[in-house]
């Protein structure tokens, strides 16, 4: 996870780490066990050194409480952020060079190469599904996991023209 | 999940095929399939369009007849019936699922569900009562009384799938029940189906929507009116969710 992704997460408010987990298992839901406090109190002092956010004491109500906040830095780091378009990249070229060249080489055959891929695909999807169906209506994570699911229906439909065109190609030979 | 153990077969097909045409514009949609659904299981078949899925079910549910081999619903031989015979197997051990709901559009969502039970002989009042209990399990109570018009396209899929649920069928067959719903409303279709599975129902979908296997203990593909992979769900979670979102180390 990005750790502006959790410098983010503290712009609504001054926040304990211990809020920002909460905020960060809303918003992930059953993935937030992907990430583990030891990370966030990682990113957090990274953050910190990095001037993005300020550490401050509370009240003597909440002694011993730590809270942190957004720098002017940290502020302007977010809005940067927000107006960024990266977007992870599928690695679809390992794949595609895989088929090419396990039929050039006559090592395997490229059809159960894709069975193979399509099975493990199934099995992740079978896992997620499963996971946004006891998501309730209108969850925040459910919506993370609508998104997975998306992707990788587009991954299966790949497959299915690589298992479509390597079979005419088979025929053809 | 509960990893329902696969009870007695109450569905089997022996050497099943269908013909279209013959001679030199012979068309084998479906070739030499054999087949066992356990009582409960939930059976996901999977293909392509044209793979011969859609033929494969309208054979298992007695809309079609098999061109050879053998079908059977508990000891009983389907492929056999007379068409009267056929008829009352479809109205009262058969649910379908349709990918265009099929529903009658000049009647309520209410009327819609009521109608096989009169069709199967139920009174009025017996009819209306189990359609109530019906749309309620589908979570549609509030709908009860709107045409299918005034329903979103994942509302008239709950009708339907309440419709084939009206008697009380032995096994519910759906042929591409999310091929017209967006991903929200497939959402919902997989929790019914789901809820269904975990109440006993036995359930055989065909598909080319994966999303659907989710709801399935075991996924068949099909190619070219052939069984070509088999794969049991179990369940048990093998991948890190956090990992496919990205949010790995």
């Not at chain 2, 033929?55 to 007849?65: F, N, Q, W």
Request: charged residues 30%; proline residues 4%.
């Amino acid at each position: 996870m990005q750790q502006e992704a959790v410098l983010a997460m503290l712009a609504k408010e001054p926040s304990s780490g211990s809020v920002l987990r909460a905020r960060l298992n809303d918003a992930l839901g059953p993935l937030g066990d992907a990430v583990n406090d030891g990370q966030i109190y990682v990113t957090l002092s990274r953050l910190e050194r990095a001037g993005f956010i300020a550490r401050r004491e509370t009240g003597p109500m909440e002694a011993g409480r730590k809270v942190y906040e957004l720098t002017a830095a940290g502020q302007e780091r977010v809005a940067e952020w927000l107006s960024e378009v990266s977007w992870p990249k599928p690695d679809l070229a390992e794949f595609h060079l895989k088929l090419v060249a396990a039929a050039e080489a006559g090592l395997a055959d490229p059809i159960g190469i894709v069975d193979a891929q399509r099975r493990e695909l199934l099995r992740r999807l079978w896992d997620v599904e499963r996971a946004a169906m006891v998501e309730p209506d209108g969850s925040r994570a459910g919506l993370l996991l609508e998104g997975v699911v998306l992707r990788l229906q587009a991954d299966l439909r790949w497959l299915e023209a690589c298992e479509r065109a390597w079979t005419d190609r088979r025929k053809k030979r | 999940m509960s990893e329902n153990s696969p009870g007695a077969p109450i569905l089997r097909a022996r050497g099943l095929r269908k013909d279209y045409g013959s001679g030199s514009v012979l068309v084998r949609a479906v070739d030499e399939i054999d087949l066992e659904v356990a009582q409960g299981e939930a059976l996901a078949i999977m293909g392509p369009s044209g793979c011969g899925k859609s033929t494969l079910l309208h054979l298992l549910g007695g809309l079609d007849r098999p061109s050879a081999g053998e079908i059977w619903l508990e000891g009983r031989r389907i492929d056999r019936l007379s068409e009267r015979g056929l008829a009352h197997f479809r109205r009262h051990d058969v649910g379908f699922v349709f990918q265009a709901f099929h529903l009658m559009d000049e009647l309520t969502a209410r009327e819609n569900v009521e109608l096989p039970a009169l069709l199967g002989g139920h009174s009025p009042r017996e009819a209306r009562r189990r359609a109530r209990q019906l749309l309620d399990q589908v979570g549609l109570s509030d709908r009860a009384e709107h045409l299918p018009s005034a329903l979103s396209g994942g509302q008239r899929q709950r009708v339907a799938i309440a419709r084939a649920l009206a008697n009380d069928p032995r096994i519910v067959l759906a042929d591409e029940p999310t091929g017209n719903l967006d991903s929200a409303a497939t959402l919902d279709v997989l929790r019914l189906f789901e809820g269904l599975h975990t109440a006993g129902l036995t359930l055989v979908v065909v598909t080319h929507d994966e999303r659907i296997a989710a709801t399935a203990n075991r996924m068949i593909a099909m190619r070219d009116g052939a069984f070509v992979d088999e794969m049991r769900l179990t369940g048990r979670k093998t991948s890190n969710l956090g990992d496919l979102a990205g949010l790995g180390g």
